[in-house]
């Protein structure tokens, strides 16, 4: 048998300056775990209770279905000049050498909005720019390549506070691997 690949993978190799959420892979396995226990478990208390019947199994499983929706992360992708988001109802992509705007919400789960200058919108998770360097890398270049435009108006206090979190955790890092700290 031939190995598989993954197609977003395949499209994106051999360019050097695309990156992939390097965690999406064991958040989805973790997230199909998730949702096949809850069937699991769900059918086996079904099934001691003598209650198990093929529409309640059909149920349950719709119900499992609905918990790998819920669970499933988004897939972040991003190149020279663009970002983009890949979840379970589409993609949406937005050009960083062209934002308009980036916007901060949540407090716990912060996610940014972020607008470019065709009207396209996003929203990704903050986490994921604090696990991925390559992604945060390019996603910087082009929000430095939006304020060199002037097309950035709204978000650089954001933008900074983002910087000063993700610089200082990369300091910290590397001044644990030197032992330094």
Same mark, same amino acid.
């Given at each position: 048998?031939?190995?598989?690949?993954?197609?977003?993978?395949?499209?994106?190799?051999?360019?050097?300056?695309?990156?992939?959420?390097?965690?999406?892979?064991? !958040?989805?396995?973790?997230?199909?775990?998730?949702?096949?226990?809850?069937?699991?478990?769900?059918?086996?208390?079904?099934?001691?209770?003598?209650?198990?019947?093929?529409?309640?199994?059909?149920?349950?499983?719709?119900?499992?279905?609905?918990?790998?929706?819920?669970?499933?992360?988004?897939?972040?992708?991003?190149?020279?000049?663009?970002?983009?988001?890949?979840?379970?109802?589409?993609?949406?992509?937005?050009?960083?050498?062209?934002?308009?705007?980036?916007?901060?919400?949540?407090?716990?789960?912060?996610?940014?909005?972020?607008?470019?200058?065709?009207?396209?919108?996003?929203?990704? !998770?903050?986490?994921?720019?604090?696990?991925?360097?390559?992604?945060?890398?390019?996603?910087?270049?082009?929000?430095?390549?939006?304020?060199?435009?002037?097309?950035?108006?709204?978000?650089?206090?954001?933008?900074?506070?983002?910087?000063?979190?993700?610089?200082?955790?990369?300091?910290?890092?590397?001044?644990?691997?030197?032992?330094?700290?």
């Amino acid at each position: 048998m031939g190995r598989r690949t993954d197609p977003a993978a395949a499209r994106h190799a051999g360019r050097p300056d695309t990156a992939v959420d390097r965690h999406w892979r064991t !958040d989805a396995r973790r997230a199909l775990q998730y949702s096949l226990t809850f069937v699991g478990l769900i059918m086996l208390l079904d099934w001691g209770a003598d209650g198990l019947t093929l529409p309640r199994a059909a149920l349950w499983t719709a119900l499992g279905a609905g918990v790998l929706v819920v669970f499933l992360p988004t897939r972040v992708t991003a190149g020279d000049g663009w970002l983009s988001v890949r979840g379970f109802m589409g993609e949406r992509r937005v050009r960083t050498d062209a934002l308009v705007a980036v916007r901060q919400y949540g407090s716990v789960a912060v996610h940014l909005v972020l607008q470019d200058a065709s009207g396209r919108w996003l929203a990704l !998770d903050r986490r994921v720019l604090d696990s991925n360097p390559l992604i945060w890398h390019l996603l910087d270049a082009g929000v430095r390549r939006s304020l060199e435009r002037g097309t950035l108006r709204y978000g650089t206090q954001v933008l900074q506070e983002l910087v000063d979190r993700i610089d200082g955790q990369e300091a910290r890092a590397v001044l644990e691997a030197s032992g330094l700290r």
